[in-house]
């Protein structure tokens, strides 16, 4: 009897170890879509950081052939303030690293991570990034563009069928930033699926456009550099609430309709697959991060911005830099300074 007891007491014990890892790993998975009440769970996980002290940051000036370096994968009609803040921080691994040039890839043209051979690079001595952006916005942006240029008729009829309305590519942004393979725009659900996870471990970072100064924060931090190296010019905003209103000037109920519909999830399947798997590692890099340097950081943005809305006289995001160094914007705290005064 005594011996059954020790048993029973074993095996009570490996089913609680085991639920207990259950529990964890379950606080680290993001159910991100359903289909045919099938929920396709994804386990995602921060984004880890770039260990200096182990492998020098990849400033390298191999020959043009070399897939080393600092790479950006620019998916079409998003932000191009992911490339420029890529060209900001080569610019101050070079300051470091003087005569050495740092080699980056062309960062503002939208070329698919697949047709840069990105398969051959080798990792200790590259660092892959990318920016992604809401599917619906990416659409309303497009739609916005086309009939603002009149090329696209302001109508549902030219909103759910215009098939030279980019965006509505399906899963444009999980086919930009795939490595291993083409994708199909109307492949399965679980083969989408696949393709999130190896895009998550494939790179070092990626970054969401309506969670901008959150995500340049966090890339500032993993990579262990100033915060000034990854702030970006002064610019008319893209993701504040004003922007996203005027953008939708041409949006009509309908339209909002169809962008809630199953229709455009499903075809849209692998790019909500995609953003919402980022979005979760974003949240959980972020709490992996020292919460009060983070906060301090996001906080010097601001008011970098708030005092160069001062300088310019009109509301914008960003920073005036007119190619400025961390070390000498400190002038725009000055200016905030003066006006609070």
Same mark, same amino acid.
Request: hydrophobic share 40%.
């Given at each position: &009897?005594?011996?059954?007891?020790?048993?029973?007491?074993? %095996?009570?014990?490996?089913?609680?170890?085991?639920?207990?890892?259950?529990?964890?790993?379950?606080?680290?998975? $993001?159910?991100?879509?359903?289909?045919?009440?099938?929920?396709?769970?994804?386990?995602? +996980?921060?984004?880890?950081?770039?260990? *200096?002290?182990?492998? /020098?940051?990849?400033?390298?000036? =191999?020959?043009?052939?070399?897939? =080393?370096?600092?790479?950006?994968?620019?998916? /079409?009609?998003?932000? !191009?303030? @992911?490339?420029?803040?890529? %060209?900001?921080?080569?610019?101050?691994? $070079? *300051?470091?690293?003087?005569?050495?040039?740092?080699?980056?890839?062309?960062?503002?043209?939208?070329?698919?991570?697949?047709?840069?051979?990105?398969?051959?690079?080798?990792?200790?001595?590259?660092?892959?990034?990318? &920016?992604?952006?809401?599917?619906?916005?990416?659409?309303?942006?497009?739609?916005?563009?086309?009939?603002?240029?009149?090329?696209? #008729?302001?109508?549902? #009829?030219?909103?759910?069928?215009?098939?030279?309305?980019?965006?509505?590519? /399906?899963?444009?942004?999980?086919?930009?930033?795939?490595?291993?393979? *083409?994708?199909?725009?109307? =492949?399965?659900? $679980?083969? %989408?699926?696949?393709?999130?996870?190896?895009?998550?471990? #494939?790179?070092?970072?990626? @970054?969401?456009?309506?969670?901008? !100064?959150?995500?340049?924060?966090?890339?500032? &931090?993993?990579?262990?550099? =100033?915060?000034? !190296?990854?702030?970006?010019?002064?610019?008319?905003?893209?993701?504040?609430?004003?922007?996203?209103?005027?953008?939708?000037?041409?949006?009509? /109920?309908? &339209? +909002?309709?169809?962008?809630?519909?199953?229709?455009?999830?499903? *075809?849209?399947?692998?790019? %909500?697959?995609?953003?919402?798997?980022?979005?979760?590692?974003?949240?959980?890099?972020?709490?992996?991060?020292?919460? $009060?340097?983070?906060?301090?950081?996001?906080?010097?943005?601001?008011?970098?911005?708030?005092?160069?809305?001062?300088?310019?006289?009109?509301? @914008?995001?960003?920073?005036?830099?007119?190619?400025?160094?961390?070390?000498?914007?400190? #002038?725009?705290?000055?200016?905030?300074?003066?006006?609070?005064?």
């Amino acid at each position: &009897m005594k011996i059954f007891i020790q048993d029973l007491s074993f %095996y009570i014990t490996i089913i609680i170890y085991v639920l207990i890892l259950w529990i964890y790993s379950s606080s680290r998975t $993001e159910p991100v879509v359903t289909k045919d009440r099938n929920l396709i769970q994804i386990t995602v +996980d921060a984004f880890e950081p770039w260990n *200096r002290s182990e492998t /020098p940051f990849p400033c390298v000036t =191999d020959s043009k052939d070399s897939k =080393d370096g600092i790479y950006f994968i620019k998916v /079409p009609r998003t932000s !191009h303030i @992911g490339a420029s803040v890529t %060209y900001r921080i080569a610019r101050f691994e $070079e *300051r470091l690293n003087l005569p050495r040039r740092c080699k980056i890839n062309d960062a503002n043209k939208p070329i698919k991570a697949l047709d840069q051979k990105l398969w051959t690079r080798n990792k200790t001595k590259t660092f892959l990034w990318s &920016m992604l952006e809401s599917p619906e916005i990416r659409a309303i942006k497009r739609f916005d563009l086309m009939v603002r240029t009149k090329r696209a #008729e302001a109508t549902i #009829e030219a909103f759910v069928n215009d098939t030279s309305i980019t965006p509505y590519i /399906p899963n444009t942004q999980l086919a930009f930033l795939s490595i291993d393979t *083409r994708i199909s725009g109307f =492949d399965s659900i $679980e083969h %989408y699926a696949s393709l999130v996870k190896n895009v998550l471990a #494939e790179y070092n970072f990626i @970054g969401i456009d309506e969670r901008l !100064h959150e995500s340049l924060v966090a890339l500032s &931090m993993l990579i262990d550099i =100033d915060i000034g !190296h990854v702030i970006y010019e002064f610019t008319n905003c893209a993701f504040t609430n004003y922007a996203a209103n005027n953008l939708r000037r041409y949006i009509t /109920p309908e &339209m +909002d309709s169809y962008l809630k519909s199953k229709k455009w999830k499903t *075809r849209q399947s692998g790019d %909500y697959l995609l953003y919402n798997a980022v979005n979760k590692a974003l949240d959980l890099t972020i709490a992996s991060l020292d919460s $009060e340097e983070f906060n301090a950081r996001l906080k010097k943005i601001d008011q970098w911005n708030k005092a160069s809305v001062i300088v310019k006289g009109k509301h @914008g995001c960003g920073v005036v830099l007119n190619r400025k160094f961390p070390e000498e914007l400190g #002038e725009l705290s000055e200016i905030l300074s003066a006006r609070a005064k």
